[in-house]
């Protein structure tokens, strides 16, 4: 297994208020660059990106990403490890592949950031209602590791 690059801690709390460890890391060149291309509104008009790409981006971020369980840092590589190593959430699994997004990207901007949901809520069906949990969720998130950082 290859080592994260730049790796980062984080902690999310997940549907039944359990805190779970990861380690997000920034994406080598050409992984990034096509996640990026893929997922972004911008790169949509630029690169023609395909809205039924949303999940197999969020495998290919999830494969630089370590979770810890029982001590162990396990890596996200298949579908098969993540769904055995992480509880049965969605949305923490989106939480944590939005936060290892905006690791690796200056684009996740409060005027891209309802256009980039909103494209994930259409295809993976999710309510506005949802949405607006979600978002409000990574927000949280996003000052509590802010605050983190400047502790430095």
Do not use: C
């Amino acid at each position: 297994m290859s080592k994260l690059l730049k790796e980062k801690e984080i902690k999310v709390m997940d549907l039944d208020d359990n805190e779970i460890t990861f380690f997000i890391s920034r994406f080598p060149i050409m992984d990034g660059m096509q996640i990026v291309k893929n997922l972004m509104p911008s790169a949509k008009d630029l690169w023609g990106a395909d809205n039924g790409v949303a999940l197999q981006e969020v495998l290919h971020i999830l494969r630089f990403v370590d979770v810890v369980k029982d001590g162990e840092r396990i890596r996200l590589e298949t579908e098969s490890i993540i769904q055995n190593s992480l509880p049965p959430d969605a949305e923490l699994v989106i939480k944590v592949a939005f936060l290892a997004y905006e690791y690796n990207t200056n684009f996740f901007k409060t005027e891209n950031l309802y256009r980039t949901l909103n494209k994930i809520r259409g295809f993976l069906g999710l309510s506005n209602t949802k949405i607006s949990t979600l978002l409000s969720d990574l927000l949280s998130q996003t000052i509590k590791l802010v605050g983190k950082d400047s502790k430095k």
